[in-house]
Antibody, heavy 119, light 111 residues
């Protein structure tokens, strides 16, 4: 069974750094794209970017380029999303999601990590 | 990379059928048979309901069906039930990196 398990909720102050994680199991971690999705409070889903853990090929949506860093450690089947300097506007639920078929569109989802940025 | 266009809300009575549209362009919905639909209940992660335009993952009710015509994909829910009340999102593969775009979401209300 494919599972994506994300790290727990975080409360941070503006300007702080943060790295959240997404551990995959039940499949070959290096063979499928994993993406990150932002959902701001009361809003829709936004595709932030993707990584192919097999070769670390990483692509970002224009809105998120330079704002976050996506990475993966294939030795522990874990993908990451990190910020170097958080803003209040980064407050959101963040989901990791793996492609379901060869289409690339997500089908397996993590449970979400709530990030709250407040002074 | 613009979001796909969905109606903000739809509603229906129990037992009825409803359809949610998802309009894109020839660079996404119209260009590939890679449209997915998700159901999201409040406080929960999205759940895949349809992939590759019209395929259902194992365990998803056959009351949910998907189709596509030109640049518009559609999700139809037949025999509406109270538990279908949720937000629904479409997504499509797109030629623009990073290759996935979502719709803005549709709130389904079961009257």
């Amino acid at each position: 069974e494919v599972q994506l398990v994300q790290s727990g909720a975080e409360v941070k102050k503006p300007g702080e750094s943060l790295k959240i994680s997404c551990k995959g199991s039940g499949y070959s971690f290096t063979s499928y794209w994993i993406g990150w999705v932002r959902q701001m409070p009361g809003k829709g889903l936004e595709w932030m970017g993707i990584i192919y853990p097999g070769d670390s090929d990483t692509r970002y949506s224009p809105s998120f380029q330079g704002q976050v860093t996506i990475s993966a450690d294939k030795s522990i089947s874990t993908a990451y999303l990190q910020w170097s300097s958080l803003k209040a506007s980064d407050t959101a639920m963040y989901y990791c999601a793996r492609e379901y078929s060869s289409s690339g569109t997500p089908g397996y989802w993590g449970q979400g990590t709530l990030v709250t940025v407040s002074s | 990379q613009s979001a796909l266009t969905q109606p903000a809300s739809v509603s229906g009575s129990p037992g009825q059928s409803i359809t949610i549209s998802c309009t894109g362009t020839s660079s996404d919905v119209g260009g590939y048979n890679y449209v997915s639909w998700y159901q999201q209940h409040p406080g929960k992660a999205p759940k895949l309901m349809i992939y590759d335009v019209s395929k259902r993952p194992s365990g998803v009710s056959n009351r949910f069906s998907g189709s596509k015509s030109g640049n518009t994909a559609s999700l139809t829910i037949s025999g509406l039930q109270a538990e279908d009340e949720a937000d629904y999102y479409c997504s499509s593969y797109t030629s623009s990196s990073p290759n996935v775009v979502f719709g803005g979401g549709t709130k389904l209300t079961v009257l």
